[in-house]
């Protein structure tokens, strides 16, 4: 649009109510990699903006619009707007000189070059920039023969290119189906606050998962339902299928109680791929929630792999894969493969050292065991580093740190893990405490062992480190020589009511004031 313009040549803007301002030669921006300029100018009206279509929907053969102002003609001497019809050849994704990447059949005119390319819905698709030239014949002829094809570049492109893509969305001209859609897809994010908002403890995060969910994201799937009614398209399949599979619309359920088999989340992944076999994560669905992973193994391993076939940076297939194979060097091997392939991925790193700590256990405690860990603990330190909120990833390192005597490091995770918990369970005071247990450092011990006493008895996890966090602590009394304390704790260990199941709890009698002995 600008690779033709001449040095001394003015530009002026003339906007729909006929008047003409001067651009700010400041503001003048030449688009990297595109034939296209941005500039302002100053204007004490206010003027709407273009909405912006979907680019990514249009395919050969649908209809486009092309509107300008054409240069004056001997047959035409004056120049007056011009909306000219067409159809879209080609929409390229593909690095085209210039950005070009738009083509259509628009019979455009010399001097329409910056003119909007629209959408049936009057969104801006693209600028139009000149017409092909068949470069052969025009040699051969010595004149600018074309070839009736015309060019434009795709907004999206430009866009992109200045770094502002962001505006698509906030300016996007949606069909009624992807209307649906956005508001389903609101609604979802609703429900994400409405749970990050909820007291951490395991009553309400149960409530949430089978109960609250189902009923705050039914309106979402009504929704989905209608833009699939309206047209069907892979991805509300996959967002059927996504928004149904951990609430009551599960295969069990569904089996169960004869709830629609609409809303069967393999059935939805199975229709996502079907209508759009480029959902990298529709065939993750597939792998997960069909059954396979039980009833056949290598099929579940067949979608995981086409998974990474589409998109080789997702890490869940790397480590659904790791997960049924039966070979530990080839569980290694996948996830290695992963990393190599998306070195970003924290989850991937955590899983990595997963196995290596998984097999440590099976190896003599020697200096391979050490070997083991410390290559471990290396994968775990990458996996925090690039996020440090990886789920796991704080206990496996404290785990592995006290393992090979780092005591200090490893009680630096789990103060860690207590100070971002939302709500600190017993069972982190209680890992702090045996740190201090083999360290030799009792009085610190009695102290975090306390501290899990004090946590949210309504909470189930917690509660059922009690007995544990109980009988630890009378054994610390007794070393210190309150046997009274020691006697107290062993009975509130047992008067739980799980002594006789729980390895920490065990029977004891009890002889003379605070002496006791085990049976």
Excluded at 72 to 81: A, G, H, N, Y
Excluded at 426 to 434: G, L, P, R, T, V
Aim: one cysteine or more.
């Amino acid at each position: 649009v600008i690779g033709d313009a001449k040095e001394g040549e003015e530009v002026v803007v003339i906007t729909k109510d006929k008047k003409r301002y001067k651009l700010m030669p400041e503001s003048v921006i030449r688009v990297k990699d595109v034939d296209l300029g941005v500039f302002s100018f100053k204007s004490e009206d206010n003027y709407s903006s273009a909405s912006i279509g979907r680019r990514s929907s249009l395919k050969s053969g649908d209809p486009v619009f092309v509107s300008g102002f054409p240069l004056p003609t001997s047959s035409v001497p004056q120049s007056f707007l011009r909306f000219l019809s067409g159809k879209v050849i080609s929409n390229s994704t593909r690095e085209i000189p210039g950005g070009y990447q738009l083509l259509y059949t628009n019979p455009t005119l010399p001097g329409m070059s910056g003119g909007p390319v629209l959408s049936t819905r009057g969104g801006l698709i693209g600028i139009h920039g000149r017409a092909e030239i068949d470069i052969a014949i025009s040699e051969q002829a010595n004149v600018a023969v074309k070839t009736g094809t015309n060019q434009g570049i795709p907004l999206s492109y430009v866009l992109k290119s200045m770094g502002l893509i962001g505006l698509i969305e906030e300016t996007l001209v949606r069909s009624e189906s992807e209307e649906l859609i956005a508001k389903a897809n609101s609604i979802r994010n609703s429900v994400h606050d409405f749970y990050k908002a909820l007291p951490w403890n395991e009553k309400n995060r149960l409530n949430y998962t089978f109960t609250t969910q189902a009923v705050m994201l039914e309106p979402a799937l009504r929704l989905i339902d209608k833009a699939i009614d309206l047209e069907p398209q892979g991805y509300y399949y996959y967002l059927r299928a996504l928004y149904s599979e951990y609430h009551e619309y599960r295969r069990d359920v569904i089996a169960r109680d004869g709830v629609s088999s609409d809303r069967d989340p393999c059935k939805n992944f199975m229709l996502a791929i079907r209508y759009d076999p480029s959902i990298a994560k529709a065939y993750i669905g597939v792998a997960e929630n069909c059954g396979l992973t039980t009833s056949d193994k290598s099929q579940s391993i067949y979608y995981y792999q086409k998974a990474i076939e589409i998109d080789p940076t997702l890490d869940k297939p790397y480590i659904g894969v790791a997960r049924l194979l039966n070979s530990y060097n080839e569980s290694l091997a996948i996830l290695k493969k992963g990393i190599t392939a998306n070195p970003l991925s924290s989850r991937l790193h955590s899983s990595y050292a997963k196995y290596l700590l998984e097999h440590a256990k099976s190896i003599p405690k020697n200096s391979d065991r050490d070997l083991q860990l410390k290559n471990a603990l290396i994968y775990l330190d990458k996996a925090i580093q690039l996020d440090p909120s990886v789920s796991g990833a704080h206990g496996k390192r404290a785990n592995t740190r006290k393992q090979l005597g780092m005591f200090d490091e490893a009680l630096e995770d789990w103060t860690h893990i207590i100070e971002t918990a939302p709500q600190p369970l017993s069972w982190f005071y209680i890992s702090k405490a045996d740190i201090y247990i083999e360290s030799m450092r009792p009085r610190a011990a009695l102290k975090e062992l306390t501290n899990a006493l004090n946590t949210d008895i309504e909470d189930k996890s917690s509660r059922s480190g009690f007995p544990q966090a109980y009988f630890k602590r009378a054994h610390l009394f007794k070393e210190l020589g309150n046997l009274y304390a020691a006697c107290k704790d062993v009975m509130a260990s047992r008067s739980l009511g799980v002594a006789g199941n729980n390895p920490y709890s065990p029977k004891y009698s009890f002889r003379g004031k605070g002496w006791w002995t085990n049976k």
